[in-house]
Structures are given as structure tokens and as C-alpha cells.
């Protein structure tokens, strides 16, 4: 136990990161029934303003920018590149994903050049080295999933108490009939978006206050294992994408304890895979029926 | 009738000037030429969207997997072709690997040997791809349409995991180069090979096969009420252009010179993707013509756009790493948002000629 | 409608990709082969990555180059005094790229090749390079298949079948590990490779070793030094790329692993020697240069550096110098010396002339084998000083 002990903490950790990348798929998708590539690309555009934004900045401006400036990107996202597809094929909409994906990792390789930007002031506090039962970590290893929790119960109240999560549950459950009720379909998708991206943006702070640098494909992995969380958990619950995100980040890092590295990433595929094809609702998933 | 006959005639005439324009570049430019590279490069692609627009725009499967099986075609390919003698310095970290032969040396060597050997080494790589394409269309074809996407995604993905781990490195020589393997040195060769390939899946698309897999496309429900056996039609599409797709990646495989199993990630299947978007999803024609479009401007014509100056426009502040493919992404948005159905839409090379006359009756019938 | 606009896009798209290709044909023409000096031109590329995963590195070998440019900017080749331009292509670190950065090369009429930082697209680049009968000259591409099975290519430093037993030398020697633990990044040939040649050389010392892989775009490290510490190793020796360097380094220092690590000559870069500073970790790495070594050469190039602000943000915001950048130095010069030799700026000549060149570099003798490597036997160690940010001279080592 004291030997495994350091892989789990550090497997919570990941698995936190993961959650709150998950739940903007699950939004997503659960609304749109679009897998939104470009999501991953959000969060590693929020851990570049961060770097940006706190060597120009004092923190208390820099982190409401990093947030505010990820919302908007999502926002416009959704606006320039999926709300002109919304009457076209499913398929058109995943291609203008992959492109905006496309897009906005060649914009970021443009602008830094392809290299590797270095987190030079992490945020203070939460970078700080502390001990957990004789394995060290940082500190923000113990906030990102405490965190996680609160903002998830902050979000399923938010889904089940008010008008806009009514209306969100409505959009989710029925596109038509959802619009015919009187529901406002464009502000809700948009609304979607903004909290899918203000997530990334709190996990990116998190994320990347982990790590010494922000590369451009920084995105690319947590964003594709975050899905995957979202499947697993079964796609459009909250609540299943955060779990999901646990139990893969922990798998993960049980993985490599075992000595297995060489596949840790095809194991979360796998896994995938696996759920698909045996019960493709995921753990808490409802069943969807397409209509003809 | 006399349409047909002179659509017929009409691609047989471009047909044969690509045919001619690829001897004339091998008679005029050295094989080092930057041109024959990129050529060789296109010409590759164009196979492989080819073959992935049979899957996504003829049947109407959304995959994702293009790069795994194109990373089987590949190493199948240069395991199959290095020359024995040179095995124990390509594998110098696994004793110069478990397998001993080479296909062209087994058949003589020679001209044609060397030939037959390496079109042999291509086939196995495709026949190998469809085999694995088979078993992974067990259960992921009855998926819906984005989870087989992610789905194939993720293959591909543990397909590159298996190639690079070390105990099959006798093998596959792990996360190690292959090289050293016989190329084709003309661009001629490449253009009859892949022109031989695409000419059979365009008789497969215009075959009742292929009307079954464009009625699937159009409308699953209907296709089946028709009798069309669903899950029979989408194995064989799927299976059919993992094929090309594995033989496309032993061509590219050729033309690199090396082959890393790290270079077969997901952007290149995305890559590929969007040059079929390009061209028009659903059109052969256009996804060759894509093809060309894409990889010159990429590999070749646009390199100015990163260097500092581009169409005599000096101004390195602006042009410097990577601004070639953030245009490039800016025109693909353009192309993904506003023309939806790329250069070709569904229509072929051909069906552009015979729009006039057909008019030209038009108007002589009003009056 | 819809149609046509698609005709008119795709003429559009044509129509600019005649006119990419009709100014780079008059380019060619225009240039004829004199600057504005009046001087002849004679042409070194520079094949190297300014993009991609060692984009960084590239880029700081290219300071080397282009500073020497700067130093000697032109060549008298047989009596004629010629202006030496540098033709640089970014062939974005990854071999499938290789090929056609090469052939754009070639299409610019260079005389040698510089390059590559990183030994997989080299090779990739090499096979071009041999078909147009262009030398060229390895700049830090430490694979030894790079020269053995390509008749052009040339290397000025040492290759991995010595680095990695003198840095496996290091460890059991001097401090005294008898347990290693190997970390190197799957599908990368250059981690592969140096991870072989340490096991080797270490397990015939007598020590044992505990290899692991990590796949592309890893960003926790954290499971890997618990598998070192668990495995009860002294060091851990990762010859990754800088952008992982760094992610290993944060987590040693954060988990508290007591050894060292071990670092390959990708490892000498400021960006990983800053990402020590304040942390517990001690960190150790074989370089082909170190700062201090040549005070003329040291000074010459940060005055230069700091009147440069694109030079400066090129080596990573500050004017340290890597020993890749006094690598990419001497590359220059060796070229140079090959060119006078060769009395021609015919590719073959030059070709015919690399393996006599004799040069006295900043980062010692340069001298060609048969096979076309550099004769070398040492390498320098540097520690990172975790309270300055800068490196520390340990020792010379050799293999024993």
C-alpha cells in the first residue's frame, strides 16, 4: 500500500485534470451530438494566455483574463464554425471540428514559433512543494480534484435548479420540440460552450501550473483522454464524465506502477474501444435512440 | 450516347497527358529534383484519399484509422524489401532482426525481380491491412457514426504502440528507422502505380458494389429495406480501403526513404481527411486533384510564406515560421464553412465537359 | 452557381500556383550567381529543424552558423574571393519531412550541406543528399548510421557509441551507481539508440539497468520516477528531447529523487538548465563544448547576440552559449576549410576534399575517419548549478 500509494495520488491528480476537461465534451455533445475536437485545443490556448498573461501581469489581472479570454474563444468558435453547420450532415460538423482543431494549433505554432513556452511565474500558492503521507507532491495535486468536486456540484445545481439548465436538459433531450417550446436553441448552445470553456480554462490554470512549459500539442492527449473519460462515464452525464475521468487517470498511473509504459496511452483506447462495443452508454449514460 | 463517348475520350486524353507530363519530368529533372520529390509525394496522397474517400464519401463510414493501416502497409513494405546484407546495421540494436530474406532477392534481383519483389512487398502490406481491418471491423463497424470515427482513432493509435514497442523490434525494429529498401526512381512508375490502383476503385464505385455503398451513404434505412445486407457492404468497404490505404503507406514508405513509425499520427489521418474535404467529398477526381494542390503549396510552393519573402513581398516580421500553414488552415476553414462541397463536389473530371452542350440543346429548344 | 464559384476557386488556386512557380524560376535566373558586393556567391545550406520538437535547438546550432557568417562572410576559393550565403530550410525535425527540405535545397545550388540537429530526419535527408552527390556535414546528429550508410555524410561530433558508454563510465565510476534507470521516448530513434549503447556498456561494467518508455506527448512524469525510485536507481538517464527534459526535471525535483540524472547533449540548452534553478535535483549531462572554453569565441558571440534581439530570443531570451551554437560554429569553418581545399565550388570537389580537412574548431580538432566521423574520445560533463541557472564543469570524460 505505502509503495502504491504515491501512483494513486498522483493518478487523482491526472484524473482531476481529465474531469474538467471531460465535462465540456459531455455538454457538448449531449447537446449537439458533437464529438468537439477542437476542445483539447481550447485548453492549450487557456495555458498560453496564462503564460502570456502572468509575465505581463500581477496575477489578480491575469487569471480573470485567462478565464475571459477562453470563454470568448469558445464562444466564437461555436458561432463562426459549428452554427452555420446546423442543418448540415453530422458529418460536416465533426470535419469543421477537426478544422478548427487544425486551425488553432497551426495559429499557436505560428505565434510561438513551435517552440515550447516556459511557465516562468506559476501561480503562487498552489506550485508550492508540500507532503501527503510521505509522498511529495505540489500542492495543487490535493486542490485540483477538491475543486473539481465543488465546481461539479456548482454545475449540476446550476443543470437542475435554473431556467438556463432547464432549458439546456430540454435542448439535450429533444433539438425540435426543445426550440418549438419557446426555448432560445442559439443561446443555449452558446451558453454550453461558454461553460465547457470556462472549465478548460480553470483546469488549464491547474493543469499547467503542473507542468514547466506549454507546448502547442499540449492539448491534443489530455483533450483526446478526457473524451474517452466521457464515453466511459457514459456521454451527456456529468456526473459519468467525472468519474470516468478518475477512474481513467488512475488507471493510467497503475499502468506505468506495474511497469506496462510502453502502453499506457493505447490502454485508455482500449478501454475505449471496449466500452463502445459492450455498453455504449457508458457507466451512467441514458439510452439514445436515433430517429429515422 | 455521343456524351459518354466523348467523356470517355476526354479523360483518356488528360489520362494521357499526365502519363506524358510524368515522362517528360523524368527525362528533364534529376531524381533530386525538389519537383519529382513532391510529385512523388502527391501522387502517394492522391492514392490514399482516394481510398479514404471511398470509405467516408462513397459508403459513408466516418474513419479515422487511415494512418494505422497505412503504418502496416509501410512496415510491411520495408521489412519485406531490405536487402539481407544490409539487415545487421538496420536492426543493429536486435542482431540484424528476425527475418532474413528479402522479397527482391528471393526473386532473382534483377530489373524485373527487383520489381515484382517490391509490387509483391506493396501487396503483402495491403493484404496484411485489410486482415486487420477485418478484425477491427468486427466490432467497430455496427458503431454509429462519430463513435467509429474515435473509435478508429483509437486503433490506429494502439497500432502505433504495438510497432514501437521493443519486443517486437526483431521485427518491426521498434521505435527505430527502417531503411535502406528499394524505391522506384521514376515519377512515372509511381503515377502507373497508383493511376492502376485508383482506376480499380473507380470500376469498384461505378460496380453494384459500389452503388450498394453510395445507397448506404444516402440513407442506411432505405438501403436495407432494399435489400442491401448492411453490415456485409460496409466490412467489404471498410476492408477494401484499408487495402489501398496499406499499400499507399508502403508508397510512402518509398518515397520517404526512412520509415518512423512516429510520423504515422493522428494528423496525418486528419491531413488526408481534409484534403478529400478539399476535393470534394464523394469525387475521385477531385481528391487526386486536391492531393496535388495541397501537398505542392505545402511542400514546395509556399515554403516563401515561412522564409520571409513570398511573390516578391519581403517582410520577414510577417513570413516567418509557420505562417505557411496558418493560411493554409485559414483556407481549409473557408473551404470546410462556405464551400461545403469542395473543388469537385460529387462530380468527376468528365461530367464538367458535356454541362455546355447540354445548355446549348437548352436554349435551341426554346427557341 | 455553386459549381462554377468551385471552377473559379480552383482556377484561382491554379493561377496562384503558377505564379509561386514562375517567380521562383525568374528568381533562380535573376540571382546568376554574384551579390551586390560584385563578389561571387557560393552557397552552404543549413538542413535544420526550426520547428517541431527540436525546433529549439535548431534553431541555436543555425546562431552558431550564422555568427561565423558574420565572423568570415566570405571564402577565397583559388584565387577568387567569394561572398558565402546561407541557405537555411526548416525540415521540421521529423524524417518524413526530410526529403523534400533536402530536395529544396538542392534546388538552391549549395556547395555543402550543414546539419542536422537530430539524427533520424539527417538520415532521411542524407538519401538525397547522396543522390545529387552533395557532401554534407553532421553537425550534432550523434547516430552512427547517419555516416555508415551514406557515403556523403560527414560528422564533426561524437556519435552515440560513445557517448553512451562514457556517460555509463561516468555513472559507475565516478558515481559509483551499480542500478540505472533508462527513460527514452517511443519512436524516437535518438532515445532508442543512446539508451542502447548506455545498457551495454553499463551492464558490462557490471552494474544493472531498468529500462522504461514513455509515449509522445506525455506530460506526467511523475509514475516514471516513482518506477526509478522503486527500483532502487542511483541515476536516471533520459537523452530526450529539451521539452521533456524539462517535464522530467520538474517532476525528480517534485517526488525528491535523491540521484542524478543523466542527460545527453539535447540536455545542454538553457531552457533546461533555467528549469533547475531552486530545485532539489542534480543533474548532469555530456556536451561536446563547454562555456569558457574558447573566451574570444564566448565574447565575440554575445556581444553579437545581444545587438540581435532575433538572435537572442533564438537561443532561448538570453546570450548563454550552447555547445550546440559553438558546434554550429565550427561546422561553418570546417565547410570553409573544405571549400578552399577542394580550390572549387563544385559539389564534388568538395566531396573529394572533406576527408583531408584538418581544423582546429572551438570545440577542439576536427579530423575525418574512413567512415567520415569526427576523431573524438571526449566529451565534457556539466552540472547544472541549481542556484545560478548556469552549467558547471565537472570533468572530461572517456570511455574506460
Not at chain 2, 510497432?163 to 515519377?187: E, K, M
Not at chain 3, 459549381?3 to 546568376?32: H, Q, R, V
Not at chain 3, 518506477?227 to 542511483?234: D, T, V
Not at chain 3, 561553418?332 to 568538395?350: M, Q
Request: proline content about 3%.
Amino acid at each position: 500500500m505505502q509503495e502504491l500509494f504515491p501512483y494513486l495520488l498522483n493518478g487523482v491528480s491526472v484524473g482531476g485534470q481529465y474531469a474538467l476537461i471531460a465535462i465540456g465534451y459531455t455538454l457538448v455533445y449531449g447537446i449537439l451530438r458533437l464529438i468537439n475536437f477542437a476542445h483539447g485545443d481550447v485548453f492549450m490556448v487557456a495555458g498560453l494566455v496564462m503564460v502570456y498573461a502572468t509575465t505581463a501581469m500581477p496575477m489578480y489581472l491575469a487569471l480573470p483574463l485567462v478565464i475571459a479570454a477562453t470563454v470568448v474563444l469558445g464562444f466564437v468558435i461555436e458561432r463562426a464554425a459549428y452554427k452555420p453547420l446546423r442543418t448540415a450532415p453530422r458529418m460536416s460538423l465533426m470535419i469543421s471540428a477537426i478544422g478548427v482543431s487544425y486551425l488553432i494549433q497551426n495559429l499557436a505554432f505560428y505565434i510561438t514559433g513551435g517552440v515550447p513556452q516556459p511557465v516562468t511565474t506559476p501561480i503562487p500558492w498552489i506550485s508550492d512543494d508540500i507532503l501527503v503521507l510521505g509522498a511529495s507532491t505540489k500542492r495543487v495535486t490535493i486542490v485540483t480534484p477538491i475543486l473539481t468536486i465543488a465546481l461539479v456540484v456548482l454545475l449540476v445545481y446550476l443543470i437542475q435548479k435554473t431556467k438556463i439548465g432547464m432549458a439546456m436538459r430540454a435542448a439535450a433531450r429533444d433539438f425540435e420540440t426543445a426550440q418549438l417550446m419557446g426555448v432560445k436553441i442559439n443561446s443555449v448552445i452558446s451558453m454550453t460552450f461558454v461553460i465547457g470553456s470556462f472549465l478548460a480554462a480553470v483546469g488549464a490554470l491547474l493543469y499547467f501550473t503542473n507542468y514547466p512549459s506549454v507546448a502547442i500539442t499540449s492539448g491534443a492527449m489530455p483533450g483526446l483522454k478526457a473524451f474517452v473519460a466521457a464515453v466511459f462515464g457514459g456521454i451527456g452525464s456529468i456526473p459519468g464524465a467525472v468519474v470516468g475521468a478518475f477512474v481513467i487517470g488512475l488507471c493510467e498511473e497503475v499502468i506505468k506502477g506495474l511497469g506496462y509504459t510502453t502502453f499506457s496511452d493505447a490502454f485508455t483506447f482500449a478501454l475505449l474501444i471496449v466500452v463502445l462495443c459492450v455498453k455504449p452508454t457508458g457507466l451512467f449514460g441514458e439510452k439514445v435512440t436515433d430517429k429515422v | 450516347m455521343t456524351r459518354d463517348r466523348k467523356k470517355t475520350i476526354f479523360l483518356a486524353a488528360v489520362l494521357l497527358v499526365i502519363l506524358a507530363a510524368g515522362v517528360a519530368v523524368d527525362l528533364a529533372l534529376p531524381s533530386y529534383h525538389i519537383a519529382v520529390k513532391v510529385i512523388k509525394k502527391a501522387t502517394v496522397y492522391a492514392l490514399v484519399a482516394v481510398s479514404m474517400n471511398l470509405l467516408n464519401g462513397f459508403t459513408g463510414l466516418f474513419s479515422l484509422g487511415q494512418a494505422g493501416f497505412m503504418l502496416l502497409g509501410a512496415v510491411a513494405y520495408g521489412v519485406l524489401t531490405i536487402p539481407v546484407a544490409d539487415r545487421l546495421s538496420v536492426y543493429q540494436y536486435f542482431d540484424g532482426g528476425l527475418i532474413q530474406f528479402s522479397l527482391p532477392e528471393l526473386l532473382g534481383g534483377g530489373t524485373v525481380g527487383t520489381t515484382v519483389g517490391m509490387l509483391l512487398a506493396l501487396a503483402v502490406g495491403g493484404i496484411l491491412s485489410a486482415l486487420v481491418a477485418w478484425l477491427i471491423g468486427l466490432p467497430v463497424l455496427r458503431l454509429r457514426s462519430d463513435y467509429l470515427a474515435i473509435a478508429t482513432l483509437g486503433f490506429a493509435e494502439i497500432l502505433r504502440a504495438f510497432f514501437q514497442w521493443n519486443a517486437l523490434g526483431p521485427i518491426t525494429n521498434a521505435s527505430n528507422l527502417l531503411r535502406g529498401y528499394p524505391d522506384f526512381q521514376h515519377v512515372t512508375s509511381y503515377f502507373l502505380l497508383a493511376g492502376v490502383l485508383i482506376a480499380v476503385i473507380v470500376l469498384l464505385i461505378n460496380s453494384t458494389y459500389g452503388r450498394a455503398f453510395k445507397a448506404i451513404r444516402d440513407d442506411e434505412v432505405a438501403a436495407e429495406a432494399m435489400g442491401i445486407n448492411l453490415a456485409k457492404h460496409k466490412r467489404m468497404a471498410f476492408i477494401i480501403s484499408s487495402f489501398f490505404a496499406g499499400v499507399g503507406g508502403g508508397m510512402l514508405a518509398m518515397y520517404n526513404g526512412t520509415i518512423s513509425s512516429a510520423s504515422f499520427k493522428s494528423s496525418m489521418t486528419y491531413e488526408i481527411l481534409l484534403i478529400v474535404v478539399i476535393g470534394g467529398i464523394g469525387s475521385i477526381s477531385g481528391s487526386v486533384i486536391a492531393s496535388f494542390l495541397y501537398i505542392f503549396s505545402s511542400e514546395w510552393l509556399l515554403r516563401g510564406l515561412d522564409s520571409g519573402s513570398f511573390l516578391g513581398i519581403n517582410a520577414p516580421g510577417l513570413f516567418k515560421n509557420g505562417f505557411r500553414m496558418a493560411v493554409f488552415s485559414v483556407i481549409i476553414m473557408l473551404i470546410v464553412l462556405f464551400f461545403r462541397r469542395g473543388i469537385m463536389g460529387d462530380k468527376e473530371l468528365p461530367d464538367l465537359l458535356g454541362r455546355r452542350p447540354k445548355r446549348r440543346r437548352k436554349e435551341a429548344a426554346d427557341k | 452557381m455553386k459549381k462554377f464559384l468551385a471552377l473559379i476557386l480552383t482556377l484561382a488556386m491554379a493561377m496562384s500556383l503558377a505564379a509561386c512557380g514562375g517567380d521562383s524560376g525568374s528568381g533562380d535566373a535573376e540571382e546568376g550567381g554574384t551579390s551586390e558586393s560584385g563578389n561571387p556567391v557560393v552557397r552552404i545550406g543549413v538542413f535544420e529543424p526550426q520547428t517541431g520538437d527540436n525546433g529549439a535547438g535548431g534553431k541555436q546550432e543555425i546562431l552558431g552558423m550564422q555568427y561565423a557568417n558574420y565572423v568570415q562572410p566570405t571564402v577565397t576559393i583559388d584565387g577568387t574571393t567569394y561572398d558565402v550565403k546561407l541557405e537555411i530550410v526548416d525540415n521540421r525535425t521529423t524524417p518524413e519531412n526530410g526529403p523534400s527540405a533536402a530536395a529544396e535545397l538542392m534546388n538552391r545550388d549549395v556547395s555543402v550541406v550543414l546539419g542536422s540537429y537530430g539524427s533520424g530526419v539527417s538520415s532521411a535527408g542524407g538519401a538525397v543528399f547522396e543522390e545529387a552527390g552533395v557532401p554534407a556535414i553532421g553537425v550534432t546528429c550523434t547516430n552512427p548510421q547517419v555516416t555508415t550508410d551514406c557515403d556523403v555524410y560527414f560528422r564533426i561530433c561524437f556519435t552515440d557509441p560513445f557517448q553512451g558508454p562514457a556517460l555509463a563510465s561516468y555513472a559507475y565510476n565516478t558515481l559509483g551507481v551499480d542500478t540505472a534507470y533508462t527513460l527514452a521516448m517511443l519512436g524516437s530513434d535518438y532515445d532508442q539508440g543512446l539508451v542502447y549503447y548506455f545498457t551495454e556498456a553499463f551492464k558490462a561494467l557490471g552494474g544493472t539497468v531498468v529500462s522504461e518508455d514513455f509515449p509522445e506527448g506525455s506530460a506526467n512524469f511523475v509514475s516514471y520516477i516513482n518506477n526509478a525510485k522503486s527500483a532502487g536507481a542511483g541515476v536516471i538517464f533520459a537523452p530526450v528531447s529539451t521539452n521533456y527534459a524539462q517535464l522530467i526535471i520538474e517532476a525528480a525535483g517534485a517526488q525528491g529523487f535523491e540521484g542524478s540524472l543523466l542527460g545527453s547533449d539535447t540536455w545542454d540548452n538553457n531552457m533546461v538548465v533555467e528549469s533547475t534553478v531552486g530545485k532539489n535535483v542534480s543533474v548532469e549531462v555530456t556536451t561536446f563544448y563547454q562555456e569558457g572554453g574558447n573566451a574570444d569565441f564566448d565574447a565575440g558571440i554575445k556581444e553579437w547576440m545581444n545587438a540581435n534581439p532575433d538572435a537572442l530570443t533564438n537561443n532561448g531570451g538570453n546570450d548563454m552559449v550552447s555547445a550546440v551554437t559553438a558546434m554550429g560554429y565550427d561546422a561553418y569553418f570546417t565547410a570553409l576549410e573544405a571549400l578552399k581545399l577542394a580550390g572549387s565550388t563544385d559539389p564534388a570537389a568538395v566531396l573529394e576534399a572533406l576527408p583531408n580537412v584538418s581544423y582546429e574548431g572551438v570545440c577542439g580538432l576536427i579530423e575525418f575517419d574512413e567512415i567520415g566521423d569526427a576523431k573524438r574520445d571526449q566529451a565534457y560533463i556539466k552540472q547544472a548549478n541549481t542556484e545560478t541557472g548556469a552549467w558547471d564543469f565537472v570533468t572530461v570524460q572517456g570511455v574506460e
